[in-house]
C-alpha cells in the first residue's frame, strides 16, 4: 500500500482552509467535513486533469462558415436603441459573406 504523497496533504491543506476553524467540542464533525472536501477536491483534480488531456489531444481541424444572418434583435444601435443596422441594409451592393464550399 502506497504512503501519501505531497499533493495529497496539499489536497487536505486546502480542504482544512475551505473548511474553516474548528470550533471547539466539533472535532469530529470538522474531521468528517475536511475528509470530504478532501475527496472533493481530489475528484475535481482528476476530472479537470481528465479534460486537459482530451483537449491537449484533440486534432485541430479547420471550418468554413457557409452562411452568416444577423438577427433583427442584433441591428439595433447599444447606446441609443435605433435601428441604423436598417438602413445599412438596403445600401447597394450588400451581401451576406458565404463561404466556399469545398
Given at each position: 500500500m502506497g504512503g501519501v504523497d505531497n499533493s495529497h496533504y496539499s489536497?487536505?491543506?486546502?480542504a482544512a482552509q475551505a473548511a474553516g476553524p474548528c470550533p471547539p467540542g466539533g472535532e469530529a464533525a470538522w474531521g468528517r467535513r475536511v475528509h470530504g472536501l478532501t475527496v472533493d477536491l481530489h475528484l475535481i483534480a482528476q476530472q479537470a486533469r481528465q479534460d486537459i488531456e482530451r483537449?491537449?489531444?484533440a486534432r485541430t481541424f479547420?471550418?468554413?462558415l457557409e452562411k452568416i444572418e444577423i438577427e433583427e434583435s442584433s441591428r439595433r444601435c447599444s447606446r441609443c436603441a435605433c435601428r441604423r443596422g436598417r438602413a445599412s441594409r438596403s445600401a447597394p451592393n450588400r451581401r451576406t459573406p458565404t463561404a466556399d464550399k469545398r
Amino acid at each position: 500500500m502506497g504512503g501519501v504523497d505531497n499533493s495529497h496533504y496539499s489536497l487536505v491543506i486546502a480542504a482544512a482552509q475551505a473548511a474553516g476553524p474548528c470550533p471547539p467540542g466539533g472535532e469530529a464533525a470538522w474531521g468528517r467535513r475536511v475528509h470530504g472536501l478532501t475527496v472533493d477536491l481530489h475528484l475535481i483534480a482528476q476530472q479537470a486533469r481528465q479534460d486537459i488531456e482530451r483537449l491537449e489531444s484533440a486534432r485541430t481541424f479547420i471550418a468554413f462558415l457557409e452562411k452568416i444572418e444577423i438577427e433583427e434583435s442584433s441591428r439595433r444601435c447599444s447606446r441609443c436603441a435605433c435601428r441604423r443596422g436598417r438602413a445599412s441594409r438596403s445600401a447597394p451592393n450588400r451581401r451576406t459573406p458565404t463561404a466556399d464550399k469545398r
